[in-house]
């Protein structure tokens, strides 16, 4: 053990100086024109699926080919890019990206983590100062202040750590609509017009009144209690973990949450088949034939979850604010410390997360809420490129921008991907009526002491 | 006349309850065929008894999706399979029959330990062979996988019986007396008696090994090295880049079909191994 | 056996061709299990990417492991395998008996017995993952029973306790009565026929003959069975992990002992797992000893041997 032990301190040794070291001889922004000759064969990329690569061949100027499996992209200077996809759930992705992180001190140069991503959900388990697994941007050369201007503040700040310093950066910035069936709001409401629907669902008591309308008429307003989940858990006031605490405190909003949810689905204003998201029953409440009428979602769950799932009419579905503002998603890039492109890298980086242009031809290629603020105002204004077939013409933009400029970002922790997921999975037990309330608490608190040993105690609000 | 009776009502019986349960063994595989020649959109609009015409759309997104490198991932279990039957079957009956046919001091102490360690469940020791096998230099590579399987106490077990009951030992005596060495002796007298037991525990490991789950998820580590059941086990984890339910069930196909041609090539063999005993009167 | 004096003595090769089996045990079980006990008295886990301990603190893993659910998914344990191993042994004797028994004509033989074990094969992760999708609340099984006309809502198979259970029980039971219908009929078969013979002469009936003659004598093979069972279903994981990814549900009540440790060795949390396995080392000993003293009276190695002795000679 004690090996192990040397072994870890040698490697943190090793990266404190590397970086110093690679800082002194770089001299900043030097290193631009000082270019490629130093600079590794391959990129190592670790993500948990292909968008990511999608975007980087659409905008990055030096992609030259991508091998047909979508394992290998070849630059155009000859260097590889190397795309290491593990899935995100369960906690798969990160423990992959941690055993390569623990080597990255003694992993040959090709096989050095160059690039990694991360989701908001635990974004900052890997911006946190002391573990120093991601590199400050400034240290590649890139000043957020002037180079990142034009992005959503929020964003900005989610990516720092708690000195402040921006160690990651982001191509898409997530803010929530609510989507709806049109013909279901033409039958119940008699108009599918946005602005009307809207009305109808600007906040949770009016939501409420909503979805007793739907229910008479036998739609369900929403297809599982998983939905509605973000819209709480984005507006707790306190994080999971407070930073150096080992106590997990679950704010009131979560515990507003079950009970809102409880009272929903024995009202039967939500589908009780459906189990949670992201399974086979979910994705068949977004066909024709089922009997939900709207589900919230970020630009990407449009496009990705709901477009593919829809076997009806294009056209049929359409968006408005939603009940409460939220966010949901955004995936973070970062530079991994010790790696041998820093020059590439902070290319890739600006290349996709800075350049107005390059966002904008994401937005229009892949519907992406994309992380400028200047642009994605003019495609707000800008029905003429930016409306949606599937959205019946609509331009969603135009919804989307108000909810991004108004989001606050919950204060986030470490813990919080765990916690979102457990006290999910806990809570469902209750809320199908397998468990009682009190139950389902202790349930959640086995659970989360076994996923995070460190934590000591769990406190509920009273 | 009289028990006649009897046998007939007993013989309709045992026919029925053969049917029904043959029929529950093949109908999970004909829905799972069935949906992996349906697109998404089709298994959207609810189940079908009918094959859809999608199969080869299916298999050609299996084949080409470098997250998931099915191909690749039945090639290494194809390799690990066979190397841990072909190692586990060799040395579990050389250690039987160096435990049958010679006398020695710690013989009887051998064997009692070799039926203790039987009940060992593997789990146990999964957290320090995880850790033994990082310090070795072996983490994430295909030799932890296969190299353990010398030592199956179970296989040892049944070569052991199988040779106790079938090698007489004037066989080897008599073996010794045409001057052939002990090795000689075991790989061209002993392992020849011994191919029934052989074939049927090479198949059982054989299997075991390719549906094996537990070790492989813990060592393994970059995708050109997964094995089928890893593979299978991230569809679980859909993302919602990749839900196709289409795909998905193609993939579960890919994974069962070349473990199923094998055995429906080999089964009477299987069978027959098994039964081997009996069938000769 | 007993070699003359003037023999060579050969007892160095016996432990030459036993030294690679021993060998590979003692390197990939014996040092893994003492590095397992070793800290399972240490305070030692990943907490993100830094790593804590290892901290000597004595029994306390084993007593907070005592304080937790433990127990409770030990039962889980014992019952999902009751569940999938009483159909399995009774169905699996049945079976054998109508194979081996001359007298029902059994028409495709052959046909049934590839077709009974061919579950076996199949991966369990692959084999749960197909459950999964295929019994949810609006899958292909609820599909089916709703337009047979059997039940008017579909039913949650997943979402209740012993919808899970039951679930878990059946796919134990598909994947394995096959294999211990082959095992039984191969021990059936080792009988000697004129035991049979006489048997009829005598007058036995079906039912007496199975009860009093077949039963006895394949016991060692029953033995051999319900250990092996035992020890597969203390180790149950692929299939409950993968139908409830992991959590158990509803309420954990399908959570496995393995998938207990299994959650422990995810969240790195080494003290605590090590401790827990040395827990399942002694349990499955205790398990085995009682067995094998419940079937073979004390004796270890003798009577399976003297079965498969039995069946040989037949043969030879």
């Given at each position: 053990m004690k090996k192990r032990m040397v072994s870890i301190l040698l490697m943190a040794a090793m990266t404190t100086g590397c970086l110093t070291g690679c800082g002194g001889s770089s001299g900043g922004s030097g290193a631009n024109q000082a270019g490629t000759a130093e600079e590794g064969r391959v990129i190592n990329i670790y993500c948990w699926n292909n968008e990511f690569r999608e975007r980087v061949e659409a905008v990055y100027p030096e992609v030259a080919e991508t091998s047909k499996d979508g394992t290998v992209t070849t630059l155009k200077d000859g260097t590889e890019i190397h795309w290491i996809v593990n899935p995100n759930q369960d906690g798969v992705y990160q423990q992959k990206l941690d055993e390569a992180l623990l080597k990255q001190a003694d992993a040959a140069a090709d096989e050095?983590?160059?690039?990694?991503?991360?989701?908001?959900?635990?974004?900052?388990?890997?911006?946190?100062?002391?573990?120093?697994?991601?590199?400050?941007?400034?240290?590649?050369?890139?000043?957020?202040?002037?180079?990142?201007?034009?992005?959503?503040?929020?964003?900005?700040?989610?990516?720092?750590?708690?000195?402040?310093?921006?160690?990651?950066?982001?191509?898409?910035?997530?803010?929530?609509?609510?989507?709806?069936?049109?013909?279901?709001?033409r039958e119940v409401f008699g108009t599918d017009d946005p602005e009307e629907i809207g009305e109808k669902v600007k906040d949770w008591d009016t939501m409420e009144l909503t979805a007793q309308e739907l229910s008479a008429k036998g739609y369900f307003t929403f297809a599982s209690y998983a939905d509605t989940f973000r819209l709480y858990g984005n507006s707790i006031g306190e994080p999971w973990v407070k930073a150096g605490e080992d106590k997990i405190c679950v704010d009131q909003k979560i515990m507003d949450w079950v009970e809102d949810s409880k009272r929903w689905l024995d009202a039967g204003y939500l589908d009780k088949t459906i189990k949670g998201q992201w399974n086979a029953d979910w994705n068949q409440a977004m066909g024709s034939s089922s009997k939900v009428f709207a589900f919230l979602f970020p630009a990407w769950g449009i496009d990705f979850t709901l477009k593919?799932?829809?076997?009806?009419?294009?056209?049929?579905?359409?968006?408005?604010?939603?009940?409460?503002?939220?966010?949901?998603?955004?995936?973070?890039?970062?530079?991994?410390?010790?790696?041998?492109?820093?020059?590439?890298?902070?290319?890739?980086?600006?290349?996709?997360?800075?350049?107005?242009?390059?966002?904008?031809?994401?937005?229009?290629?892949?519907?992406?809420?994309?992380?400028?603020?200047?642009?994605?105002?003019?495609?707000?204004?800008?029905?003429?490129?930016?409306?949606?077939?599937?959205?019946?013409?609509?331009?969603?933009?135009?919804y989307f921008s108000p909810v991004a400029e108004n989001i606050v970002m919950a204060p986030l922790s470490a813990y919080d991907q765990g916690c979102?997921?457990?006290?999910?999975?806990?809570?469902?037990?209750?809320?199908?009526?397998?468990?009682?309330?009190?139950?389902?608490?202790?349930?959640?608190?086995?659970?989360?002491?076994?996923?995070?040993?460190?934590?000591?105690?769990?406190?509920?609000?009273? | 006349?009289?028990?006649?009776?009897?046998?007939?009502?007993?013989?309709?019986?045992?026919?029925?309850?053969?049917?029904?349960?043959?029929?529950?063994?093949?109908?999970?595989?004909?829905?799972?065929?069935?949906?992996?020649?349906?697109?998404?959109?089709?298994?959207?609009?609810?189940?079908?008894?009918?094959?859809?015409?999608?199969?080869?759309?299916?298999?050609?997104?299996?084949?080409?999706?470098?997250?998931?490198?099915?191909?690749?991932?039945?090639?290494?279990?194809?390799?690990?399979?066979?190397?841990?039957?072909?190692?586990?079957?060799?040395?579990?009956?050389?250690?039987?029959?160096?435990?049958?046919?010679?006398?020695?001091?710690?013989?009887?102490?051998?064997?009692?330990?070799?039926?203790?360690?039987?009940?060992?469940?593997?789990?146990?020791?999964?957290?320090?062979?995880?850790?033994?096998?990082?310090?070795?230099?072996?983490?994430?590579?295909?030799?932890?996988?296969?190299?353990?399987?010398?030592?199956?106490?179970?296989?040892?077990?049944?070569?052991?019986?199988?040779?106790?009951?079938?090698?007489?030992?004037?066989?080897?005596?008599?073996?010794?007396?045409?001057?052939s060495g002990e090795f000689r002796t075991f790989n061209s007298i002993v392992l020849p008696i011994t191919k029934p037991a052989i074939a049927v525990q090479a198949i059982f490991t054989f299997v075991g090994s390719w549906n094996n789950y537990f070790v492989p998820a813990l060592v393994i580590q970059s995708k050109e090295k997964m094995t089928v059941p890893i593979l299978i086990a991230t569809l679980r984890g859909a993302d919602y880049m990749n839900f196709d339910m289409g795909k998905i069930y193609t993939m579960i196909m890919v994974a069962i079909v070349p473990i199923i041609l094998v055995y429906l090539f080999l089964s009477k063999y299987i069978i027959a191994g098994v039964t081997l005993g009996g069938v000769k009167e | 056996?007993?070699?003359?004096?003037?023999?060579?003595?050969?007892?160095?090769?016996?432990?030459?061709?036993?030294?690679?089996?021993?060998?590979?045990?003692?390197?990939?079980?014996?040092?893994?299990?003492?590095?397992?006990?070793?800290?399972?008295?240490?305070?030692?886990?990943?907490?993100?990417?830094?790593?804590?301990?290892?901290?000597?603190?004595?029994?306390?893993?084993?007593?907070?492991?005592?304080?937790?659910?433990?127990?409770?998914?030990?039962?889980?344990?014992?019952?999902?395998?009751?569940?999938?191993?009483?159909?399995?042994?009774?169905?699996?004797?049945?079976?054998?008996?109508?194979?081996?028994?001359?007298?029902?004509?059994?028409?495709?033989?052959?046909?049934?017995k590839v077709v009974i074990y061919l579950p076996n094969l199949i991966m369990a992760s692959a084999f749960a993952m197909l459950f999964f999708t295929m019994f949810s609340t609006n899958g292909p099984i609820n599909s089916i029973l709703m337009s047979l006309g059997w039940t008017a809502q579909p039913i949650d198979f997943l979402g209740s306790v012993w919808g899970t259970r039951s679930?878990?029980?059946?796919?134990?039971?598909?994947?394995?009565?096959?294999?211990?219908?082959?095992?039984?009929?191969?021990?059936?078969?080792?009988?000697?026929?004129?035991?049979?013979?006489?048997?009829?002469?005598?007058?036995?009936?079906?039912?007496?003959?199975?009860?009093s003659i077949t039963l006895p004598l394949i016991?060692?093979?029953?033995?051999?069975?319900?250990?092996?069972?035992?020890?597969?279903?203390?180790?149950?994981?692929?299939?409950?992990?993968?139908?409830?990814?992991g959590q158990g549900t509803p309420d954990r009540t399908s959570m496995t002992l393995i998938m207990?440790?299994?959650?422990?060795?995810?969240?790195?949390?080494?003290?605590?797992?090590?401790?827990?396995?040395?827990?399942?080392?002694?349990?499955?000993?205790?398990?085995?000893?009682?067995?094998?003293?419940?079937?073979?009276?004390?004796?270890?190695?003798?009577?399976?041997?003297?079965a498969k002795k039995a069946k040989r000679e037949k043969r030879g």
């Open positions: 050095k983590v160059d690039i990694f991503l991360s989701e908001t959900d635990y974004v900052n388990k890997y911006t946190d100062a002391e573990a120093d697994v991601a590199m400050p941007l400034s240290d590649l050369g890139i000043d957020p202040e002037t180079d990142l201007a034009d992005q959503y503040e929020f964003t900005k700040v989610t990516a720092s750590d708690v000195n402040g310093v921006q160690r990651g950066s982001t191509w898409q910035c997530c803010p929530g609509l609510l989507v709806y069936r049109r013909d279901i709001a593919p799932n829809w076997d009806g009419d294009t056209g049929m579905w359409a968006v408005t604010n939603p009940p409460q503002e939220y966010n949901w998603g955004g995936s973070y890039i970062h530079a991994c410390t010790g790696t041998d492109n820093p020059q590439h890298v902070k290319d890739i980086i600006l290349s996709l997360t800075a350049n107005k242009e390059n966002l904008l031809k994401i937005s229009k290629d892949f519907s992406d809420f994309t992380n400028t603020q200047s642009s994605m105002r003019e495609a707000a204004r800008d029905d003429k490129n930016f409306s949606s077939e599937f959205l019946g013409g609509q331009n969603a933009f135009g979102v997921e457990l006290i999910q999975n806990s809570f469902s037990d209750y809320l199908q009526g397998q468990v009682d309330f009190d139950k389902a608490k202790t349930n959640f608190e086995t659970a989360i002491l076994e996923r995070y040993p460190e934590i000591t105690q769990v406190q509920w609000p009273e | 006349m009289k028990s006649k009776g009897p046998n007939y009502f007993r013989s309709i019986f045992a026919h029925v309850t053969l049917v029904i349960l043959s029929f529950m063994c093949l109908f999970f595989f004909y829905i799972l065929f069935v949906n992996a020649t349906r697109s998404h959109g089709d298994l959207q609009k609810g189940f079908s008894a009918l094959p859809g015409a999608y199969l080869f759309k299916n298999l050609s997104n299996v084949a080409n999706d470098g997250s998931f490198p099915m191909l690749r991932g039945i090639g290494n279990s194809l390799l690990v399979s066979g190397l841990s039957a072909a190692i586990c079957t060799y040395f579990s009956a050389l250690t039987a029959y160096g435990l049958y046919a010679y006398n020695f001091k710690l013989k009887k102490a051998a064997f009692t330990f070799i039926m203790a360690i039987l009940v060992m469940p593997t789990q146990v020791t999964a957290m320090g062979f995880l850790r033994l096998i990082t310090n070795m230099g072996m983490y994430d590579s295909l030799l932890p996988l296969i190299i353990p399987s010398i030592a199956s106490p179970s296989v040892f077990y049944f070569m052991y019986s199988y040779l106790e009951s079938s090698l007489p030992m004037s066989l080897v005596e008599a073996a010794r007396i045409d001057g | 056996m007993k070699p003359k004096r003037k023999k060579i003595d050969y007892s160095k090769w016996g432990y030459i061709f036993i030294l690679p089996f021993f060998l590979c045990f003692f390197i990939f079980s014996f040092i893994p299990l003492m590095d397992t006990i070793r800290y399972s008295f240490f305070e030692y886990y990943r907490s993100g990417i830094k790593e804590i301990g290892p901290n000597f603190i004595g029994m306390e893993n084993y007593v907070s492991l005592l304080k937790s659910d433990m127990f409770k998914y030990a039962g889980n344990t014992l019952i999902l395998w009751i569940i999938g191993f009483i159909p399995q042994i009774v169905i699996a004797l049945m079976l054998a008996e109508w194979f081996v028994d001359a007298r029902l004509k059994i028409h495709g033989t052959q046909f049934f679930l878990v029980g059946f796919m134990n039971f598909l994947m394995w009565f096959g294999n211990t219908t082959i095992m039984l009929m191969a021990a059936i078969m080792g009988i000697s026929p004129d035991i049979f013979e006489a048997s009829e002469l005598d007058g036995c009936n079906s039912f007496q003959r199975f009860f016991r060692p093979i029953l033995a051999y069975t319900l250990i092996t069972s035992i020890i597969g279903g203390l180790q149950m994981f692929d299939v409950p992990q993968i139908l409830t990814n207990f440790l299994n959650s422990h060795l995810k969240s790195k949390n080494y003290g605590m797992a090590g401790a827990l396995s040395v827990y399942l080392f002694i349990v499955s000993g205790i398990l085995c000893f009682f067995v094998y003293r419940m079937t073979n009276n004390g004796d270890l190695d003798g009577s399976k041997a003297a």
